[in-house]
């Protein structure tokens, strides 16, 4: 069973049917609390993990998101979607 469909971590995605896969999903690290993110580690051409594929945050997971670029100390953050969803701009 996927680990996102748990009822304590279904409200932490955005969307149904889009969820990280078991093997291969960023774990966070927090010593009291979930340690699930809706993230997944990617391979790149010289490494694995190299990036992050991460749900854009809601009002409820940004907490979350905000821990997890701490955790993973990106070297960037880059959004790759339109800032319109269901016809109203996302705000978080």
Avoid: C
Avoid at 30 to 59: C, F, K, M, V
């Amino acid at each position: 069973m996927s680990i996102a469909l748990l009822p304590e971590n279904k409200g932490k995605n955005r969307y149904k049917g889009l969820y990280p896969g078991n093997l291969h999903r960023v774990k966070l690290d927090r010593p009291n609390g979930s340690d699930y993110i809706n993230a997944t580690y990617l391979e790149g051409y010289y490494r694995d993990n190299h990036y992050i594929a991460a749900q854009g945050a809601t009002q409820a997971t940004v907490n979350d998101f905000w821990f997890m670029i701490w955790q993973e100390h990106p070297s960037a953050i880059i959004m790759v979607t339109q800032a319109m969803e269901n016809g109203r701009v996302v705000r978080i």
